[in-house]
């Protein structure tokens, strides 16, 4: 139909040659020349309009494999359409062959892999999903995922307005704890894992009580050695030369285990678990701070240091008072400590649009970037000698750090060498309390 339809102008073209001719015997000569041109043009067009039918019609088959014949221009048109088909089928046997391979890789997964739209909804998730989230394929499919896990902040995980990661005990089976993370896809959607931690935090866990243990089991006998060396430096024994410089170092090095000892049960406490609202309070932040400056005046004056305030004292924040004095005194313990002498301490303590805003910086040597990302870490000191010699602990940072997750915040850092460094602890503005009435003001 369509090879009639292609050649019907110029057959109608050719039939009506003879009614010119007939109509004007005389006069038809002098058309016929016009005439035969039109009607070779109509052929052409015609055989070429056959020829693009028959292209079409064989390009949008995939049942034809090989080309129709044809001619001239047409020939070499249809050989490229049939080459650049085989690359086409060809690369997608490819990409096919590919997806199936990684589709098998994810299902073979130990972790949980789930694929969501940009709605929540579930699109696409693996066996070990099925089995430890306890969904059922393919009934679940286009069904909210946080209908299944209603934990708290899990909505506002999936959505991608809460935190980057999640723990959660399996639904399965609740000795188990997976840990999630979700990433957002460039076109629409998610892709969240959820990852067996069940054995990590089985060993962390095993770590924190070995730790406690050993730090609780060490108080006690440091604490005799401590009282026994008081006496002995109260007695003749200290007014020989050498015996009383031997009594003195062993009550330095008594004095830092001590510390260390405290320093790990703080830790130790702090990591056990999340801040408790029935132990928090309203805390004046900036009587606090004056407070713990008023116990380092000694340090303070012996360098002579000067410090400057920025000090909101109408904010308070609802949280322990010793997690709080923690975190002040470390910080400018550590200010300092690596301060020069002469120079200065600036803290601050205020609203942020980000949140509430302790920072205090020093103006030392400054850190190097290669440290900062591990200065919060666990005994990790940028120079191990110098920090021995100053008789720190390795554990301020990380205390603080602590303590400041403890109320969902975290600590930034920011040095450069010579520049000195801040350091910043935000804590979430639902915290806010007003220092007069106590009342939440965030």
Not at 112 to 138: A, C, F, K, Y
Not at 196 to 209: F, G, K, M, W
Not at 285 to 296: H, K, N, Q
Request: aromatic share 8%; with cysteine; glycine share 6%.
């Amino acid at each position: 139909m369509k090879t009639l339809r292609a050649w019907f102008y110029p057959l109608a073209v050719w039939a009506l040659i003879p009614l010119f001719l007939a109509a004007d015997s005389l006069r038809a000569w002098s058309y016929l020349p016009p005439v035969i041109i039109a009607l070779i043009l109509a052929i052409w067009v015609a055989w070429h309009r056959q020829q693009s039918q028959s292209f079409s019609a064989w390009f949008r088959n995939p049942d034809t494999h090989l080309p129709p014949l044809a001619g001239g221009l047409w020939e070499e048109t249809f050989a490229d359409g049939y080459h650049w088909r085989r690359d086409q089928e060809a690369r997608q046997r490819q990409l096919s062959a590919q997806i199936l391979q990684l589709r098998d890789a994810l299902q073979a997964m130990p972790d949980v892999v789930v694929l969501m739209d940009e709605r929540g909804q579930l699109v696409w998730v693996n066996p070990s999903g099925i089995r430890l989230l306890q969904l059922q394929w393919p009934d679940d499919v286009g069904k909210p995922l946080a209908f299944w896990l209603r934990t708290p902040n899990l909505r506002a995980f999936l959505s991608g307005e809460g935190p980057s990661s999640l723990q959660l005990a399996a639904p399965s089976d609740a000795q188990l704890f997976l840990e999630g993370v979700r990433y957002p896809l460039a076109d629409a959607g998610a892709l969240v894992i959820f990852r067996d931690v069940t054995r990590i935090r089985q060993l962390e866990q095993v770590r924190q009580d070995f730790v406690a243990n050993v730090s609780h089991e060490l108080r006690s006998p440091l604490t005799v050695v401590r009282g026994f060396l008081e006496n002995l430096l109260d007695g003749p024994l200290a007014e020989d030369e050498e015996v009383g410089s031997q009594l003195h170092l062993m009550e330095q090095q008594t004095l830092r285990m001590q510390s260390l000892v405290e320093d790990l049960l703080s830790l130790a406490r702090m990591e056990a678990a999340e801040a408790e609202p029935e132990r928090c309070d309203t805390i004046i932040f900036s009587a606090l701070i004056e407070g713990v400056l008023d116990t380092l005046k000694p340090n303070i004056s012996e360098k002579r240091l000067k410090i400057h305030k920025h000090l909101d004292e109408t904010l308070g924040i609802f949280a322990e008072q010793v997690d709080l004095t923690s975190i002040v005194r470390n910080l400018l313990e550590n200010a300092i400590k690596y301060t020069p002498a002469g120079r200065s301490i600036s803290i601050s303590w205020g609203r942020g649009p980000d949140g509430l805003r302790l920072t205090v910086q020093d103006t030392g040597d400054g850190i190097a970037t290669e440290h900062l990302q591990r200065i919060t870490e666990r005994f990790y000191r940028v120079d191990k000698g110098r920090s021995r010699r100053m008789g720190g602990t390795g554990l301020g940072l990380a205390i603080v750090r602590h303590a400041v997750e403890r109320y969902q915040g975290h600590l930034e850092v920011h040095s450069e060498i010579g520049q000195g460094a801040v350091f910043t602890a935000l804590f979430p503005l639902s915290l806010a309390r007003s220092a007069v009435s106590g009342e939440n003001v965030s």
